[in-house]
């Protein structure tokens, strides 16, 4: 079976592609990134993946079977304690995904209802979706990360959600040991000299959890598998 296409929008450091290739079956054709250093890390680790910068100016997508991303969170954040500092872009990115038609969608924020009321404009394309809270501390982290999730898929919603719950309650032993002191002194270490450390602490703080794509990744081929069985292919 030949490895589903990932179309990687608002992609940071490349945390929902890692994710995903480690669940096998997904490769990443196409990246759109505004940071300049967020760009930077991934065209090291995915030096033959062309990256669009600004997802305003993207158009005509190359093709994929998997729109990712976590759209900005700006508007939704209690963090701006009511302030709206930077617009919405999730109609944006739901244009793409007009325009590239995959069979999957993921998303992530860290608000219920921006991920409710995405998933409601997916609805009305003709997805099935999955709505999740899978945050840090389903990780085992030692604290909370809250985010919400969507996947938008053309199976059963019953059999999705089986799928997802089984990968799900995988992630504390997949992250063991993630959470040591040691782990986050690897993190964040940068030999002397070497510039940009701001930069790399703010991107590691905007990454999602590799796990959690890990396993959302896991269950869409989880999913796929027994529907190409029923269908004899």
């Not at 997904?26 to 967020?38: A, D, G, K, L, S």
């Not at 924020?109 to 501390?137: C, K, M, P, W, Y």
């Amino acid at each position: 079976m030949s490895k589903l296409r990932v179309l990687s929008l608002f992609a940071g450091i490349g945390g929902f592609d890692l994710g995903l290739e480690r669940a096998g079956g997904f490769e990443t054709v196409e990246f759109c990134e505004i940071e300049p250093f967020q760009r930077a890390v991934l065209a090291k680790h995915w030096p033959h993946v062309s990256c669009h910068a600004d997802i305003k100016t993207m158009n005509a997508p190359v093709p994929a079977d998997v729109v990712c991303g976590g759209f900005p969170c700006q508007p939704f954040s209690t963090a701006s304690r009511g302030r709206r500092v930077a617009p919405d872009l999730w109609p944006e990115m739901m244009r793409i995904i007009t325009q590239a038609q995959p069979e999957y969608a993921i998303l992530e924020n860290v608000s219920e209802q921006a991920i409710e009321q995405a998933a409601n404009d997916l609805r009305s394309f003709g997805f099935n979706v999955t709505t999740r809270n899978i945050s840090g501390n389903d990780c085992g982290a030692p604290h909370e990360r809250r985010r919400w999730w969507a996947v938008a898929h053309p199976h059963e919603e019953s059999e999705f959600q089986r799928a997802l719950d089984a990968e799900v309650a995988k992630l504390p032993e997949l992250c063991a040991g993630l959470w040591s002191a040691e782990a986050y002194a690897g993190a964040l270490r940068v030999s002397y000299g070497v510039p940009h450390r701001v930069h790399r602490v703010e991107a590691l703080g905007n990454a999602v959890i590799p796990q959690i794509p890990q396993v959302i990744g896991a269950a869409i081929l989880k999913a796929r598998a027994g529907t190409l069985r029923e269908e004899g292919r």
